[in-house]
C-alpha cells in the first residue's frame, strides 16, 4: 500500500480520514454488511478493514474477529451495525480496544419518542464515561470521497468525478438522492455525509471541519434543524473568511406556535424568519429546492466569487435571451446593458440584424461563422459591473445530439482568456452524461450549469454572497457585560425611562394619579393620556388610551379613561396616568427584541402602531447590530418608501433613526438572559425627530 496521505489538523481528522475501519455486526446475511463493504471496493480504500462478529467468521472477503480487542492493532473508527439491545456493550468493547470514534448505523433512538430518547441519552453518557467519540446513531455515515475513505452505506455514484462540494444531509435517503443529482451535473462531491439523530456530533462539527478541507470547494447543507448552533456559526464565519460558500436547504419552515401569546414581535419573528435573518448575517446562502442546492454550490464550486453582481449572457436564440430577460428581474439579478462603447464594438462583430443588448442575441449568424464567438464573447465580458458570464449553446448529452463543434472550440478558447468566470447555460433542465463529459474535456469548455431558471437563481446567490464577502463579519451575540439583577421594568414609563438612560430618544411625560394632578401638570396640549399599568399591556383594548386632549379637558379626559379601563379591567393594578405631547404627522415604527431559542437575542423591526400584527412588514436580525445594518433593515420593508419622502411624508435622518435602533438593541442584550422580550411600539420618525412613545418589557417568567 501507498504511503497514507497526511492528515488535517483538525480535531475530528482521525475519524473523517480513517486508515482502519472495524465493522461491528458485520456478517454474510446482512446487507449493512454487503453495502459497505461494496463501498470499499468502489471507492478504492487502501486503509486495513476487520469484520466483528460472534463467530470470527471472515464476511465478504474481510478478516473476522470475535471482538475489537482481538483485533490487535489500533482502530480508528468502529462502525456499529448491531441490534439496538446490544449498541452499549459493543461501544464498551471498541474502547477497550483502544477505539476513540464510532458511527452508529443502528436505530431506535430518538427518532421514535420518548423512550428512544432516553436510549440515546444512555449512548451519549457512555461515550462521555469510555471517552469516545460518536457519530449517529441512526446513521447512514459519511463517504470521504477525496480521501477514498468510505465509513458508510450510502453508495457510490460513477463516475467518481474530480471533487468539488461537500454534501452534508441530516437524512441519509436524501444524501445519497442528493449525490445522485450532482453526479447527473457533472458536479464531483468531495464529501457526502448523513448525520442521522445527532446524539454527540452534529451537523455543525462536520461543516467545521469541511471549512478545512482543502477538495471541497463549496457545501451544500440539507438539514431540519441546527442543534449545535454556536459550533455553526463559528464554522460559517470561519468559511467566510476563507472564501468557501454555505449553501443550505433548510426545511420545516413554520412560525412558532408558542409565540402567539407574547409581544407582537414574538409572534412576527417566527423560526424561519429568523433563521433567513442568520443566515443573511452569517452570509451563508439559503435556497428551496434540492436542484438549487446542488446547482447553486457546484455553480459557486466552479466560479469563486464573482468579481461584480451582474450577469452577461450570450445565445444563439431569442427566447433564451427573453427568458433571462424576464427571469433576471424575479430574482433580483442585475443584467446590466452595454455601455455604448461596448455595445458599438459588439455591433462591428456582429451581422447587420442583430441588436447589441444583454442578453445578447448573436442569431444564428453564428451557424455559419462560429468564430464569430471566439470575438465577441470577451467584448461582452469585459462591460462593466459583469461578473459572470453565461453562454447559451447546445452541448451534446449523446451522440445522436445536435451539436456546433466549432462553435464550442471557439467558446473554449475565448473564456480562457476571461479575468472574470464564464459557465455554460442550457435552455432546460437535463442530466449530463459522458458524451457531455468528453465534449468538456476536448472542447475546454467552462462549467455547465442545466436550465436557464436553475442559472439565475444561482447567479443571483452567488452575486449576494459575492458582495457579502466585502463587509465585514460580525459575530452572533458576544458576550456582554449585563448588570446581576436589572431593573424591573413594569409599566411603560419605567421602560421609557430607562431606554432614555441608554441614550435612546424617548417622549417627555408626567404620570399623575388625580383629576388635580392631570390638570396642574402644566403639558400644552394637545395631549395623549394612557393608562399605566402592569397588568394591561395592550392600552387601547381596555379602552385606556385618549387622543387629542385639549388642555382644557385633561381633567374630564382623565376621569372618563379611568371609568373605561375600571369597566373593562376591574382586576387590574392602576398606578397612575401617563401624560405626554400629542405628535402629529410621521412614520410610526416598531422596534421590538426577543431571544430565539437557538439563536439568541434577535431584534425585529417594521412599520409599528396598530398597523403592526395587519401589515406583520417586518426585517429581522440577530443582535447585536451596527448602523449598516439597520439601514440594510429599514431598505428591505416593504414600505421603505415611506421614509423616503413618499407622498410630502418628511424624509427619515436614516442616521439618527438607525443609531436610536441601535441603542434599543444594545439595551435590550443589556437587560441580561432572563429577558424574553422588549419593544418599543411605536417609534415615532418624523424627518430628523426620532423619539419611543410607548415600551414594553417581559420577563421570562410573566405571561399576558
Not at 505 to 519: D, F, L, Q
Request: charge should be negative.
Amino acid at each position: 500500500m501507498a504511503d497514507a496521505p497526511k492528515r488535517s489538523a483538525h480535531r475530528l481528522s482521525t475519524l473523517f480520514e480513517p486508515r482502519s475501519i472495524a465493522l461491528v455486526g458485520a456478517t454474510e446475511r446482512s446487507m449493512w454488511s454487503s453495502f459497505i463493504i461494496r463501498n470499499f471496493r468502489d471507492f478504492g480504500f487502501e486503509g486495513k478493514v476487520y469484520a466483528i462478529n460472534r463467530n470470527a467468521a471472515d464476511v465478504l472477503g474481510v478478516k473476522g474477529y470475535a471482538s475489537c480487542r482481538d483485533i490487535g492493532e489500533p482502530v480508528d473508527v468502529a462502525f456499529l451495525f448491531v441490534p439496538q439491545p446490544v449498541v452499549l456493550s459493543a461501544m464498551e468493547d471498541a474502547a477497550a480496544a483502544g477505539i476513540r470514534n464510532m458511527v452508529i448505523l443502528t436505530s431506535g433512538y430518538a427518532e421514535t419518542g420518548d423512550a428512544g430518547a432516553a436510549l440515546q441519552q444512555a449512548l451519549v453518557d457512555k461515550a462521555a464515561a469510555l471517552g469516545v467519540t460518536f457519530w449517529g446513531p441512526n446513521s447512514l455515515g459519511f463517504n470521504n470521497v477525496s480521501a477514498r475513505a468510505p465509513v458508510s452505506s450510502i453508495p457510490a455514484v460513477f463516475p467518481i468525478l474530480e471533487p468539488r462540494i461537500a454534501i452534508v444531509s441530516q437524512s441519509g435517503a436524501t444524501a445519497s438522492e442528493l449525490n445522485e443529482f450532482a453526479n447527473s451535473q457533472n458536479i464531483g462531491t468531495s464529501f457526502v455525509a448523513a448525520t442521522g439523530n445527532e446524539g454527540q456530533l452534529s451537523l455543525s462539527d462536520v461543516v467545521d471541519y469541511l471549512v478545512d478541507h482543502e477538495p471541497t470547494r463549496a457545501i451544500a447543507i440539507f438539514s431540519e434543524s441546527i442543534r449545535d448552533p454556536e459550533t455553526f456559526a463559528r464554522a460559517a464565519l470561519r468559511a467566510r473568511e476563507k472564501r468557501k460558500p454555505i449553501v443550505i436547504l433548510k426545511i420545516g419552515r413554520s412560525e412558532l406556535a408558542t409565540a402567539v401569546a407574547k409581544a407582537h414581535t414574538g409572534s412576527l419573528a417566527g423560526d424561519d424568519r429568523v433563521f433567513d435573518a442568520v443566515c443573511a448575517h452569517l452570509g451563508i446562502i439559503r435556497v428551496y429546492s434540492t436542484e438549487d442546492l446542488i446547482t447553486t454550490a457546484g455553480m459557486l464550486a466552479a466560479t469563486g466569487p464573482l468579481p461584480e453582481p451582474g450577469l452577461g449572457f450570450i445565445s444563439i436564440s431569442g427566447g433564451a435571451c427573453t427568458l433571462v430577460a424576464d427571469g433576471a428581474e424575479s430574482v433580483g439579478l442585475l443584467v446590466p446593458p452595454p455601455p455604448p462603447e461596448t455595445a458599438a464594438a459588439l455591433k462591428s462583430l456582429m451581422a447587420d440584424f442583430a441588436s447589441a443588448m444583454n442578453p445578447l442575441d448573436v442569431t444564428g449568424a453564428v451557424m455559419g461563422d462560429p468564430a464569430m464567438l471566439e470575438r465577441i464573447i470577451p467584448v461582452a465580458a469585459a462591460a462593466p459591473q459583469i461578473g459572470i458570464v453565461g453562454i447559451n449553446i447546445a452541448v451534446p448529452t449523446s451522440e445522436d445530439s445536435a451539436g456546433l463543434p466549432p462553435a464550442l472550440t471557439a467558446i473554449g478558447r475565448a473564456v480562457k482568456g476571461l479575468d472574470k468566470p464564464a459557465v455554460m447555460v442550457t435552455t432546460t433542465a437535463k442530466s449530463l452524461t459522458d458524451v457531455t463529459r468528453a465534449a468538456i474535456k476536448e472542447h475546454d469548455l467552462p462549467h455547465v450549469v442545466c436550465g436557464i431558471e436553475s442559472m439565475l437563481r444561482a447567479a443571483s446567490h452567488a452575486a449576494w454572497w459575492s458582495q457579502e464577502l466585502g463587509k465585514p463579519a460580525q459575530h452572533l451575540n458576544p458576550a456582554r457585560e449585563q448588570a446581576a439583577l436589572p431593573p424591573a421594568l413594569s409599566s411603560e414609563r419605567a421602560v421609557l425611562d430607562y431606554l432614555a438612560q441608554k441614550s435612546v430618544p424617548v417622549i417627555p411625560a408626567a404620570v399623575v394619579c388625580s383629576r388635580a394632578e392631570a390638570e396642574a401638570a402644566g403639558i400644552e396640549g394637545p395631549l395623549v393620556l394612557k393608562i399605566l399599568s402592569p397588568d394591561i399591556a395592550h392600552k387601547t383594548e381596555v379602552g385606556g388610551v385618549r387622543l387629542n386632549v385639549a388642555s382644557a379637558d385633561v381633567g374630564a379626559a382623565y376621569e372618563a379613561l379611568l371609568e373605561a379601563v375600571k369597566t373593562a379591567r376591574p382586576d387590574a393594578r392602576i398606578e397612575g396616568v401617563i401624560m405626554s405631547p400629542m405628535r402629529q404627522g410621521g412614520v410610526e415604527l416598531l422596534v421590538g427584541v426577543t431571544r430565539d431559542p437557538t439563536w439568541g437575542p434577535m431584534i425585529t423591526v417594521g412599520f409599528g402602531g396598530v398597523l403592526v400584527e395587519l401589515l406583520a412588514d417586518v426585517a429581522i436580525s440577530p443582535l447585536p447590530v451596527t448602523r449598516e445594518n439597520v439601514v440594510s433593515m429599514l431598505d428591505r420593508l416593504r414600505g421603505a418608501k415611506l421614509l423616503k419622502g413618499f407622498r410630502n411624508t418628511p424624509v427619515a435622518d436614516l442616521d439618527r433613526l438607525s443609531d436610536a435602533i441601535v441603542r434599543i438593541g444594545e439595551a435590550a442584550l443589556a437587560l441580561g438572559p432572563n429577558l424574553d422580550s422588549l419593544e418599543v411600539n411605536p417609534l415615532l420618525v418624523r424627518g430628523g425627530d426620532v423619539e419611543a412613545l410607548d415600551g414594553l418589557v417581559i420577563w421570562k417568567d410573566e405571561t399576558r
